[in-house]
């Protein structure tokens, strides 16, 4: 579990310090509470300078500078972290190890990432300031939910921890999916393109609503009041947008070649923790397969988990895995 200390965190994660009673690990809590901690706040302070003269103060806007700066070199860390992880590369090589070996070119991916989230956070935040009226977001954000909530009915709605109980599972399913889905919409956090998050499709077409909705809301725009001029909100959101569409292209050249189809992957939760076990060469990869919920791979691979476990168990074992 997340401390308010963030040395404690960093020490649990560095060590992969867990409970024996922890069902998700510590990077991955991590990850989520800090994440969803940075979004409120550069939202709210460009909220009070948007809505009022009084608040557009130079020490207004170096705050806000300063807010959305942390939340996009967090996301960009933790992306990092996640990749260059050594545990991170041995379970799953297929997907992480992106960015590459040599610290001219880690140095490049690391700055697309942490441009791709800052400027993914101004263009969210301005259309939500620049929409005239507040039910129009409210409907907008709702559709949005229910697109990616579909999206995931192909089998792959319950969130990946071992919960035990159908409550736990769709309580879960609920609250964590909705996070890591305003993550990825607020920040564009590249980790949570992985297939147990929302997937590499869902990430692409998260940044493409972000532009498309922004050069929208950038044309309905209507000056009023102390609102900012049309012309300025305009230039804003123009430049905004360009430059999250430069970003990401920056981040696919960057990378390494062979990853870059992740970020466009329709593979599902369950299709990758499947295959964690089928390509998995030793019994220690194979094993990792009991960190997910059994619904992402009891239906179609039980009977093979169920016969590679009892050929492992000590003869002495009177007991055999059973379902």
Not at 297 to 302: L, N, P, S, V
Request: charged fraction near 20%.
């Amino acid at each position: 579990m997340a401390t308010d200390i963030p040395g404690v965190d960093a020490f649990r994660v560095a060590t992969e310090y867990e409970t024996k009673d922890q069902v998700v690990d510590t990077r991955t809590v991590m990850t989520m509470t800090r994440m969803v901690e940075m979004v409120p706040g550069a939202f709210i302070q460009g909220a009070a300078i948007f809505s009022s003269t009084k608040f557009r103060t130079t020490t207004a806007f170096l705050s806000l500078t300063a807010s959305i700066t942390a939340a996009a070199f967090l996301s960009a860390l933790l992306s990092y972290e996640w990749d260059t992880s050594s545990s991170s590369r041995k379970t799953a090589p297929d997907f992480y190890r992106y960015i590459p070996n040599s610290m001219l070119r880690k140095i490049s991916c690391f700055m697309t990432i942490f441009l791709l989230s800052a400027f993914n956070l101004v263009v969210r935040t301005l259309v939500c300031l620049t929409v005239a009226s507040r039910a129009m977001v409210v409907v907008f954000l709702v559709i949005e939910l229910a697109l990616f909530f579909v999206y995931k009915l192909q089998g792959d709605l319950i969130y990946w921890p071992p919960f035990s109980g159908w409550p736990a599972k769709v309580v879960a399913a609920l609250f964590m999916q909705l996070t890591a889905k305003l993550i990825v919409d607020w920040t564009a956090c590249v980790q949570f393109r992985h297939p147990m998050e929302v997937g590499g499709m869902y990430f692409c077409f998260s940044m493409a609503l972000t532009v498309g909705v922004g050069f929208a809301s950038r044309l309905a725009y209507k000056q009023d009041g102390e609102l900012p001029e049309k012309d300025i909100v305009t230039l804003l959101m123009s430049s905004a947008c360009a430059e999250l569409f430069l970003s990401f292209v920056s981040l696919l050249l960057s990378m390494k070649r062979e990853y870059v189809g992740t970020f466009v992957s329709l593979k599902t939760g369950s299709s990758y923790v499947q295959e964690l076990f089928k390509n998995g060469n030793d019994d220690e990869r194979r094993f990792v397969i009991f960190y997910y919920v059994d619904d992402k791979w009891m239906a179609d691979i039980g009977d093979e988990v169920r016969v590679w476990l009892n050929e492992r168990l000590p003869e002495s074992f009177s007991l055999r895995f059973q379902y």
